[in-house]
Every structure is written in C-alpha cells, then in structure tokens.
C-alpha cells in the first residue's frame, strides 16, 4: 500500500511540477554546462563508475513504471566524469539491476564516434531523447547510484534491444 501512495505522489508532483527549470533572470550568472552537480541529498553516497566485470550479476528484464528505477528502464540521473568526478552531467541511464537501494545503471550516449568502438554498443533512437538522436550504450563500465538520486523515468527500452544488452553483458563480462 505504501509503495501504491508512494507511486502516486510521484506521479501527482511530475504533472504538477514545470517540466523545464525556469530561465535564470538576465543579471544571474549562466552556469556551464557540465560544471557543477546538482544539490545531492546529505548522507548519500555519490554516484560513481565500477568496471562491468567487477559488478557482474543476474541481468533480467523487469520494467515497471511505478515512479523506482526498475531493469529495462531508461532515467535520469547525474553521471560524473571519469577523469574528474567533481564535474559531469545529466545523462540518461539503463537500469540493468539494482542492489537494495542501489540502482546498477549503462550510461547513453548522443555522440556517433561510439559507432562500432568495441565497449559500445548501438541502440537506435528512443524516448529518452527529445530531439530523436541516436544513441550508443558503453557496456564497460556500470554506474552505481543510489536510488534517490534518480530523478525520473525517460522510457522503457524495448526487449529486444535490452535482450541484446543483456546478451553483450553475460558474453563479455560475466553477468549471468
């Protein structure tokens, strides 16, 4: 019952709530892009990378839009970069497990150079993006983050294309 009430408050602040940030007024300084985290909730551990291969386990499809981060959901949810944890950026993210209150999440790419790179794989265009992109998928690497600070579902990803996610995970990298 909890997790019913839970779903719906969610759902009711989504429709509520603006769907862009307003504008900052024109005397406030514009941040750049990619410079500075969101506000993270206090006590929570921040998202970061671990290699695929350290991270294996079961992958299955189980996607439900009930306001969790649930596999074969695509979210998201700030990623930082790899060279500077301090900086990154908004990015949306395939949920392909989760450990307790941890979300194990692929992050997505826009950018064509991952066509054919080996750690990549293509997943074709989606509801995850606006503006119909492409995009590519890096399996080498998982994201953990935990689960509040996801902060909405993009889309499902079709089973099929997760299928063949699913299928590069236990080929290359031990996820069973």
């Given at each position: ?10 759902r009711i ?41 350290e ?17 074969g ?10 060279d ?53 998928i ?5 994201l953990?983050?935990?689960?509040d ?20 995970l ?7």
């Amino acid at each position: 019952m909890v997790k019913i009430l839970k779903s719906l408050l969610r759902r009711i602040a989504q429709s509520v709530a603006p769907t862009r940030p307003p504008e900052p007024p024109p005397s406030a300084p514009v941040p750049r892009a990619g410079t500075a985290p969101p506000p993270r909730p206090p006590g929570r551990p921040q998202p970061r990378h671990v290699p695929t291969h350290e991270r294996g386990r079961h992958v299955e499809y189980a996607p439900n839009l009930d306001g969790d981060a649930d596999p074969g959901e695509i979210v998201w949810t700030w990623v930082p970069f790899e060279d500077d944890p301090a900086q990154g950026k908004d990015r949306p993210v395939l949920v392909v497990g989760r450990s307790d209150r941890t979300v194990l999440g692929l992050m997505l790419s826009s950018k064509d150079r991952r066509d054919g790179e080996h750690n990549w794989l293509a997943l074709g265009t989606g509801a995850w993006d606006y503006e119909g992109r492409p995009s590519w998928i890096r399996l080498d690497r998982v994201l953990e983050v935990h689960q509040d600070l996801v902060r909405r579902e993009g889309a499902v990803l079709d089973r099929k294309r997760f299928d063949q996610v699913a299928a590069r995970l236990r080929q290359e990298y031990g996820w069973s």
